[in-house]
Structure formats: C-alpha cells, structure tokens
C-alpha cells in the first residue's frame, strides 16, 4: 500500500492536545482522499489562517484508520492518527 503525505492546517488552539495525545482525531472534508498509512504533516495557524511556530510543525503522524458513512456528512472523514519517526 502506498501513502500519501499531506500538510494540514491545524489551529493553535488545537495543538498542544494533539501533542498531549488529547485528540488523536481529525475531522475533515475528503477532498486529498485520506487513506490508512498516510502521512500528515500539521502546520499551526492562528484563527486567520498566518502559520505560527510551534514544535507540532515538525512532526509527522500516520493515519491509522479513516471513517466515512455512519453519521459523518457527506464528502468528509473522521481519521485517527499518531506520531511517528
């Protein structure tokens, strides 16, 4: 199975949980076709969209499972993920 790698706006106030292993979820409209064992790469933003530093923007993470159907609005995901190497 080959991966993909995207870069994902994440906002501020949403990163340091990611890190604390608070939300190991995203919800998002399937526009890139997540997939199971591909790549994210966050980039922190602030409400208007400008990147931030943050330690966060140097990590990468692999979804590890991806739900559509079931109560999810069309055209969008739920994905899990965690960080890796």
């Not at 906002?11 to 399937?30: A, I, P, Q, Y």
């Not at 400008?50 to 993470?61: D, E, G």
Request: aromatic share 12%.
């Amino acid at each position: 199975m080959s991966s993909n790698s995207h870069v994902l706006k994440l906002r501020d106030c949403f990163c340091d949980e990611v890190l604390m292993h608070n939300k190991t979820f995203e919800v998002r409209r399937n526009l890139r076709g997540f997939q199971k064992g591909d790549i994210i790469t966050f980039q922190c933003v602030d409400e208007d969209g400008r990147a931030l530093p943050h330690v966060i923007n140097n990590m990468r993470f692999q979804i590890l499972y991806v739900l559509s159907g079931w109560g999810i609005e069309p055209d969008y995901v739920v994905f899990s993920f965690k960080a890796v190497q």
